[in-house]
């Protein structure tokens, strides 16, 4: 979907290996395409959408600012986006929930990797303002966003760092400390729309990374099934976006079982993993809707725990 973090020798945030990419390439501003497309899809939900709505977000909408005829690009097709739509915000309306569980149990530290056009320290003051979130991205996207939050009137809250990496030549542990992240305290750390394009080496080193956080600390990343996995009703969509991915010089190149994914995190040396089902987020969001909105299957989630 958007947001890659990575390891220098994983490679860079683009999906493709750092011999692929040019000097030009590295100093690029504005958003990801993915990225771009997971604000603008969350702010359809809310324009077009009945209430109740899972996340109300157009506060990304506002930062991209696309021309007036946005929503009739394919990609924003109300009735064909419909599932990715709705897996896009009940992935981000989870993300928040389990952020806001950790805060009032006294968690300070939530670090983004990947941040892309994420807004929640701009729309969640009342829980965001307890805690220092760190949004780690490539420099020219966040040279972008910088820019557009100053431009915008938001700009750069007091409880926001961004932490621009360059994943070619430093990994994002040495920057986040840079930014003033206390590895002694423990910390909510989230990846969402990532795994899917690093190599299984470049997962297990993330999660080697995340495994050393102070106790108490949290991982959620979200991975995409095998498509032996996939309801037959969403197989026609993952394999449109697969192939939208690889047209744009980003494809999917890891896909994970449940099973697989869990032992990742065990053998990183997580102190517990988790599997949380992508309809079972459709279930706890969707339930009860006139309208039948629900999130497509596909996507899971990984929570594991120092």
Do not use: C
Request: hydrophobic share 40%; aromatic share 8%.
């Amino acid at each position: 979907m958007s947001e890659d973090p990575r390891t220098a020798s994983a490679g860079t945030a683009s999906g493709r290996t750092a011999s692929d990419r040019t000097a030009s390439d590295r100093t690029t501003i504005g958003p990801e395409n993915t990225a771009e497309r997971v604000a603008l899809w969350r702010a359809l939900h809310v324009l077009i959408d009945a209430p109740p709505h899972v996340l109300e977000d157009t506060v990304g909408l506002a930062l991209v600012d696309p021309p007036a005829q946005w929503r009739d690009r394919p990609d924003m097709d109300p009735e064909f986006t419909a599932g990715f739509r709705a897996s896009i915000v009940a992935r981000a309306r989870f993300v928040e929930d389990l952020v806001a569980e950790q805060a009032a149990a006294g968690v300070d530290q939530y670090v983004i990797l990947g941040a892309g056009i994420d807004t929640f320290a701009l729309r969640r003051p009342e829980i965001a303002a307890q805690m220092t979130v760190f949004e780690v991205d490539q420099p020219g996207p966040q040279e972008w966003k910088r820019r557009r939050l100053d431009e915008t009137g938001y700009g750069v809250p007091g409880h926001l760092r961004l932490v621009p990496v360059d994943f070619e030549v430093e990994d994002w542990w040495s920057a986040l400390l840079r930014a003033g992240f206390d590895a002694s305290r423990p910390a909510v750390v989230v990846s969402t729309g990532v795994v899917q394009y690093l190599t299984r080496e470049a997962t297990a080193s993330t999660l080697r990374a995340a495994a050393g956080l102070a106790a108490g600390s949290t991982l959620a990343v979200s991975f995409l099934l095998p498509m032996d996995l996939i309801d037959d009703g969403d197989k026609g969509g993952l394999e449109a976006s697969s192939d939208g991915a690889q047209e744009s010089g980003t494809p999917f190149v890891s896909f994970y079982t449940p099973d697989e994914m869990l032992g990742l995190a065990r053998g990183a040396g997580f102190r517990e993993a988790d599997h949380v089902a992508g309809p079972a987020l459709s279930d706890r969001y969707f339930a009860g809707r006139a309208d039948g909105l629900h999130s497509s299957s596909g996507e899971d989630f990984l929570i594991a725990r120092t």
